[in-house]
């Protein structure tokens, strides 16, 4: 058996078989039947599904077991490419190893059947495995999928598999189901090679535990003690110019100010107490709440931390001293990584602000991949500095105060802003355009109610 979790990943296979499993040692799996009635003449697939319980890989082999005759007592009318193959399951993956079935156009047509798939399995490296997920409680049980974070394509492929009848029903290590066979038509015999599809693989997991359980202390005692608005503010401010840096569209002062700000807000959440986070509609970026007592030790409370934190902790794992000045740490290394939660953040804001659909969240990364690139190549412009960074500034330019500002002071350096970016008006920001001019009025009425 293996050792105590300390990491629980989602039950992946119970989320698409909806809790039917066959359990064997390190490992659980399933199969299905597609189509579960077929014409003769026409292929089955055989889709065996696995879910790897423990942190090494595991060598499987896979026997398949087809009818040897079919009802009319006819022999060699099931065909498969292979009926033994061999394939590697990594540490904690899932995935389905697809095995086609040939059946001949003179198959006699048949109710029930019957087709086997024997599994060998042993653990390919030496020493104790640890177990992953812990999966008994309950259906879709483990820690939580977060199917938002999966690609489209991974999302509409779990789709189609849950809506497969799965069985579990085994015989020491053997899986079984049956299958029936219809009157056949013209057709033509299929033989096509078995192959894997990868599911889930533990760089889709989203999170940080483990992480954050090795580096706790530094996190509360430095890093976010570290984190104090003017200094965040300036020092932000000084490698947003250095980043945004680009003699054919040069930055406005307040421009570099906006986008400070926002990013400089992510930052504070990081710190605030749950409460008041949570107020903010900005829980996601909050990390105190992880340190409530036994949130950390309970393996199905999920722990996403915000980017720039996770990528400062990896590097802190290599030079301890960086937990000790984190703003600059974050400013030289993962400013980044910051800028991707503060784009994130932003068109969340622009989202409620504005109601205002602002994409998908694969559309949204896709974007934002495409501003960082723009923005490394020289090639930025007014759609891509002011959706959504500086859209996002602007709503929370009033919350992140530094130097002494007045709310009072603030709206003329917007409508200034906005007149100087207006010669760059076109068919194709205009939209954009329109929402700064909404946003910035927005904030005029704010203040003027203040």
């Given at each position: ?293 036994g949130y950390l030790e309970d393996g199905f ?61 694969e559309e949204r990364d896709q974007y934002i ?74 904030a005029t009425d704010y203040h003027k109610m203040?």
């Amino acid at each position: 058996m293996a050792d105590a979790i300390e990491v629980n990943y989602p039950d992946v296979l119970g989320h698409i078989t909806g809790g039917t499993a066959a359990s064997f040692d390190h490992l659980q799996a399933a199969i299905a039947l597609n189509p579960r009635v077929a014409r003769a003449g026409h292929p089955i697939e055989i889709i065996l599904l696995v879910q790897n319980m423990v942190d090494m890989p595991l060598d499987i082999t896979v026997n398949i077991q087809l009818p040897d005759r079919d009802a009319a007592r006819n022999k060699g009318r099931f065909l498969a490419k292979a009926q033994r193959i061999a394939f590697d399951l990594d540490p904690a993956a899932v995935g389905c190893m697809i095995l086609p079935v040939s059946t001949l156009p003179d198959t006699a047509p048949g109710a029930d059947y019957p087709v086997a798939v024997d599994l060998k399995f042993q653990t390919k490296q030496r020493g104790r495995p640890n177990a992953v997920r812990d999966v008994a409680a309950e259906v879709d049980g483990g820690a939580q999928l977060r199917l938002d974070r999966l690609s489209a394509e991974r999302r509409a492929r779990y789709a189609e598999l849950r809506r497969l009848a799965w069985s579990a029903e085994a015989k020491g290590r053997s899986l079984q189901a049956s299958f029936a066979v219809l009157g056949g038509r013209t057709g033509k015999i299929v033989a096509l090679k078995p192959r894997w599809e990868t599911l889930w693989t533990v760089a889709d997991h989203h999170d940080d535990r483990a992480l954050l359980m090795q580096y706790g202390e530094q996190v509360e005692r430095y890093i976010l003690r570290g984190i104090q608005k003017e200094r965040a503010f300036h020092t932000l401010q000084d490698y947003t110019k250095k980043r945004f840096e680009n003699e054919k569209y040069p930055l406005l002062e307040i421009e570099e100010r906006l986008i400070s700000k926002l990013m400089t807000s992510v930052m504070m959440y990081a710190r605030a107490n749950p409460t008041e986070a949570q107020s903010l509609r900005a829980m996601q970026w909050n990390v105190r709440h992880y340190f409530k007592p036994g949130y950390l030790e309970d393996g199905f409370n999920a722990v996403e931390l915000p980017r720039w934190l996770r990528r400062l902790l990896e590097l802190v794992g290599k030079e301890p001293r960086l937990a000790q000045a984190p703003l600059r740490a974050v400013a030289h290394y993962a400013y980044d990584a910051l800028l991707i939660d503060a784009m994130h953040h932003a068109f969340d804001l622009i989202e409620m602000r504005t109601a205002t659909d602002v994409g998908t969240p694969e559309e949204r990364d896709q974007y934002i991949q495409h501003v960082l690139d723009s923005l490394s190549a020289g090639e930025l412009d007014f759609e891509m500095l002011y959706m959504p960074l500086v859209l996002g500034g602007i709503i929370v330019n009033s919350r992140v105060l530094v130097e002494r500002e007045d709310v009072t002071t603030l709206i003329g350096p917007l409508r200034d802003m906005l007149e100087a970016r207006y010669p760059e008006r076109s068919s194709e920001n205009r939209a954009t355009f329109e929402m700064a001019n909404r946003l910035v009025e927005q904030a005029t009425d704010y203040h003027k109610m203040q």
